[in-house]
Nanobody, 125 residues
Framework: QEPLVESGGGSVQAGGSLRLSCAAGGYIYSSYCLAWFRQVPGKRREQIADINKYGVTGYGDAMKGRVRLSRDKANNILYLEIDGLKPEDTAVYYC???????????????????WGQGTQVSVSS
């Protein structure tokens, strides 16, 4: 299986939009769970959205209604589309993959064994 590599972050005004990408390689097919997280330095990591191998998605409360997770299996890409960005959304955004074991993808972040390096999102007032 191939590494996870995030891209698409940057600086944006409040109210703007971004589409983050995760080059997921073989994990787009083999992992039971794929997910997006965010983390502010010194704060706990938050699970933003996840998708299981059957395409069922789940969304955390922090950004629910402003974010959409999708997969492009043809190109091995996991996307996170974010609308209505707020200054408090400023964070490093990570994608992550679990193994092949059946599990609740929204239950515990410890199931995610492989992480990307993160992409910085900075939202100005």
């Amino acid at each position: 299986q191939e590494p996870l590599v995030e891209s698409g972050g940057g600086s944006v005004q409040a109210g703007g939009s971004l589409r983050l990408s995760c080059a997921a390689g073989g994990y787009i097919y083999s992992s039971y769970c794929l997910a997006w997280f965010r983390q502010v330095p010194g704060k706990r990591r938050e699970q933003i959205a996840d998708i299981n191998k059957y395409g069922v998605t789940g969304y955390g409360d922090a950004m629910k209604g402003r974010v959409r997770l999708s997969r492009d299996k043809a190109n091995n890409i996991l996307y996170l589309e974010i609308d209505g960005l707020k200054p408090e959304d400023t964070a490093v955004y990570y994608c992550a993959a679990s193994d092949t074991t059946f599990r609740d993808c929204s239950g515990d972040e410890s199931i995610f064994a492989l992480w990307g390096q993160g992409t910085q999102v900075s939202v100005s007032s």
